[in-house]
């Protein structure tokens, strides 16, 4: 086996292409691993872990594109192929005959009844062409993250006093009049009206409720930033109001992590101005001092923000609180069980998630319910921040799409490979109970994410029980039966790969909290 680097000095591709052209490496005869990826630091760290890392491309600098290849036999003559695969990829997309405008003014023009813009490009340009699109009286989800703080309080005002959504930057999901934005689900039309300042948030909760019936009128994504001190709540505040003005909202469900305390505050003043069932689910921040209006019922996680705002809609179902506790007990019997597995070294819980706000909820059910301390990359606290977001310790929580993770490369949604390459190589440690992983369907996600992470599922406990050991695979899916990739196929086949499926994100770590406590 030979290892060859390829660099080609700044040249940018979009990201899915790159997962395609890798993809495709991987294919040919004699390749056993191919990465192309542009040349960061935290892509050269990965290249390094995965063995792809030549002198090359370790002196590549983050503008270059970098095509690393581990084969026997030319590894020149799959190079090659490789910048045939890139050429064909940027000359191939669309057709020939396909008409794509270049500019957001051509665009408006051969689409006039257009209303929303979209804006995924790097970040550095986004701010420009969200000013193009709002003067154009659109409304804008701004997926682009990297942009700065100041454009992005110009952006939402400018939004805001002329009647338009600025969702964003960051803005992972939405669904605006039933149509589903970036990575969203297929939910049905209904009564609950959503806004969140949490991609997966918004996600997860708007599945619970499908789950249980209910649909949603508006699910408004504002970006992870927005009820900070500094942006002040502009699309939050915005989103809710017209909530609380919509004649078809009955229900209204807001979802954010911890927001800055005086953010809280005008929110529950905004909330207490309707007398609307609110539903509110801060999560992991401290409740106790913001002072609820009689219609608001404040949750802890995004199960019971679901399953409340369901209730409240009319789903005939229990009170949350007892469900949970009747699912906890269930749980605690099945942990048992699989506890008898472990052997006495195994005592470390490892989260590898593709939502952030999943991450988020497992670290404050890990600290709040089980006094786990757990480190991460997006930790609850500055004081668990991993040392390096390579290489976990005892018990940890990654949230593979964390920026560091996410520049030159797709989203995990998109691309399962980085977890995989992770999760393989956190089944190799003899002192790890338990993997935790989130499957997030719908539209914009992997095609069948299920399928890939079962297979690395069978590897890594084949080479665990080559070894005497068995691992504990837990997972939940955040998805629906409408959703391209089906919740209920998509959960088979974690099962028939050995992997227990609970019913939400908060039961799954509940489970693999049970297995270390």
């Given at each position: 086996?030979?290892?060859?680097?390829?660099?080609?000095?700044?040249?940018?591709?979009?990201?899915?292409?790159?997962?395609?052209?890798?993809?495709?490496?991987?294919?040919?005869?004699?390749?056993?691993?191919?990465?192309?990826?542009?040349?960061?630091?935290?892509?050269?760290?990965?290249?390094?872990?995965?063995?792809?890392?030549?002198?090359?491309?370790?002196?590549?600098?983050?503008?270059?594109?970098?095509?690393?290849?581990?084969?026997?036999?030319?590894?020149?003559?799959?190079?090659?192929?490789?910048?045939?695969?890139?050429?064909?990829?940027?000359?191939?997309?669309?057709?020939?005959?396909?008409?794509?405008?270049?500019?957001?003014?051509?665009?408006?023009?051969?689409?006039?009844?257009?209303?929303?813009?979209?804006?995924?490009?790097?970040?550095?340009?986004?701010?420009?062409?969200?000013?193009?699109?709002?003067?154009?009286?659109?409304?804008?989800?701004?997926?682009?993250?990297?942009?700065?703080?100041?454009?992005?309080?110009?952006?939402?005002?400018?939004?805001?006093?002329?009647?338009?959504?600025?969702?964003?930057?960051?803005?992972?999901?939405?669904?605006?009049?039933?149509?589903?934005?970036?990575?969203?689900?297929?939910?049905?039309?209904?009564?609950?009206?959503?806004?969140?300042?949490?991609?997966?948030?918004?996600?997860?909760?708007?599945?619970?409720?499908?789950?249980?019936?209910?649909?949603?009128?508006?699910?408004?994504?504002?970006?992870?930033?927005?009820?900070?001190?500094?942006?002040?709540?502009?699309?939050?505040?915005?989103?809710?109001?017209?909530?609380?003005?919509?004649?078809?909202?009955?229900?209204?469900?807001?979802?954010?992590?911890?927001?800055?305390?005086?953010?809280?505050?005008?929110?529950?003043?905004?909330?207490?101005?309707?007398?609307?069932?609110?539903?509110?689910?801060?999560?992991?921040?401290?409740?106790?001092?913001?002072?609820?209006?009689?219609?608001?019922?404040?949750?802890?996680?995004?199960?019971?923000?679901?399953?409340?705002?369901?209730r409240l809609a009319g789903a005939n179902l229990p009170e949350p609180k007892e469900l949970i506790a009747k699912e906890t007990a269930e749980i605690k019997t099945l942990a048992s069980t699989l506890k008898s597995k472990l052997k006495p070294e195994q005592k470390y819980l490892r989260g590898l998630f593709?939502?952030?706000?999943?991450?988020?909820?497992?670290?404050?059910?890990?600290?709040?319910?089980?006094?786990?301390?757990?480190?991460?990359?997006?930790?609850?606290?500055?004081?668990?921040?991993?040392?390096?977001?390579?290489?976990?310790?005892?018990?940890?929580?990654?949230?593979?799409?964390?920026?560091?993770?996410?520049?030159?490369?797709?989203?995990?949604?998109?691309?399962?490979?980085?977890?995989?390459?992770?999760?393989?190589?956190?089944?190799?440690?003899?002192?790890?109970?338990?993997?935790?992983?989130?499957?997030?369907?719908?539209?914009?996600?992997?095609?069948?994410?299920?399928?890939?992470?079962?297979?690395?599922?069978?590897?890594?406990?084949?080479?665990?029980?080559?070894?005497?050991?068995?691992?504990?695979?837990?997972?939940?899916?955040?998805?629906?039966?409408?959703?391209?990739?089906?919740?209920?196929?998509?959960?088979?086949?974690?099962?028939?790969?050995?992997?227990?499926?609970?019913?939400?994100?908060?039961?799954?770590?509940?489970?693999?909290?049970?297995?270390?406590?």
């Open positions: 086996m030979s290892i060859k680097s390829l660099i080609k000095p700044s040249e940018y591709h979009d990201s899915v292409t790159l997962m395609l052209v890798a993809r495709e490496l991987t294919k040919l005869p004699g390749v056993k691993d191919a990465a192309v990826v542009m040349g960061t630091e935290s892509n050269k760290a990965i290249l390094e872990q995965s063995g792809l890392l030549t002198a090359e491309a370790k002196a590549s600098s983050p503008n270059d594109l970098v095509i690393s290849v581990n084969a026997e036999g030319d590894v020149d003559a799959v190079l090659e192929e490789a910048n045939k695969l890139l050429a064909k990829k940027n000359t191939s997309e669309g057709g020939a005959a396909e008409f794509r405008p270049k500019t957001v003014r051509s665009a408006v023009k051969e689409m006039p009844e257009a209303n929303m813009a979209i804006i995924s490009i790097a970040g550095r340009y986004a701010a420009d062409e969200a000013w193009e699109c709002l003067r154009r009286g659109l409304h804008v989800l701004l997926f682009s993250d990297n942009v700065s703080i100041e454009d992005e309080v110009a952006l939402k005002k400018y939004a805001s006093e002329h009647g338009l959504l600025l969702m964003g930057p960051g803005a992972g999901t939405a669904i605006i009049n039933g149509v589903a934005l970036a990575f969203a689900n297929v939910i049905p039309s209904g009564p609950v009206g959503i806004v969140s300042a949490a991609g997966t948030g918004l996600q997860e909760t708007s599945t619970l409720l499908a789950k249980n019936g209910i649909g949603i009128t508006q699910g408004i994504g504002t970006g992870g930033r927005d009820l900070k001190k500094e942006v002040g709540g502009i699309m939050f505040l915005d989103g809710l109001k017209a909530l609380q003005e919509d004649p078809a909202t009955k229900v209204v469900l807001l979802v954010s992590k911890p927001p800055a305390p005086e953010m809280a505050r005008k929110v529950m003043e905004q909330v207490a101005k309707s007398s609307k069932p609110t539903v509110v689910c801060l999560l992991g921040g401290d409740t106790r001092s913001v002072e609820a209006p009689k219609n608001v019922h404040v949750v802890n996680t995004l199960e019971e923000a679901g399953l409340l705002a369901a593709s939502g952030g706000t999943l991450c988020y909820e497992a670290q404050v059910i890990w600290r709040d319910e089980f006094e786990i301390e757990v480190t991460s990359n997006a930790p609850l606290d500055k004081k668990y921040q991993m040392k390096d977001s390579l290489k976990s310790e005892k018990n940890c929580c990654v949230d593979l799409g964390e920026e560091e993770f996410t520049v030159g490369r797709p989203h995990p949604m998109i691309d399962n490979d980085l977890r995989v390459r992770r999760l393989l190589a956190e089944g190799k440690d003899p002192s790890v109970a338990v993997i935790l992983l989130d499957v997030v369907i719908g539209y914009g996600a992997h095609p069948d994410p299920a399928a890939e992470l079962g297979d690395a599922v069978r590897k890594a406990q084949a080479a665990a029980q080559a070894e005497g050991r068995e691992i504990i695979f837990v997972a939940s899916v955040t998805g629906t039966e409408g959703d391209p990739q089906n919740l209920t196929r998509t959960t088979q086949t974690l099962k028939s790969a050995g992997v227990h499926v609970c019913n939400s994100n908060a039961a799954a770590s509940r489970l693999a909290a049970l297995l270390v406590a």
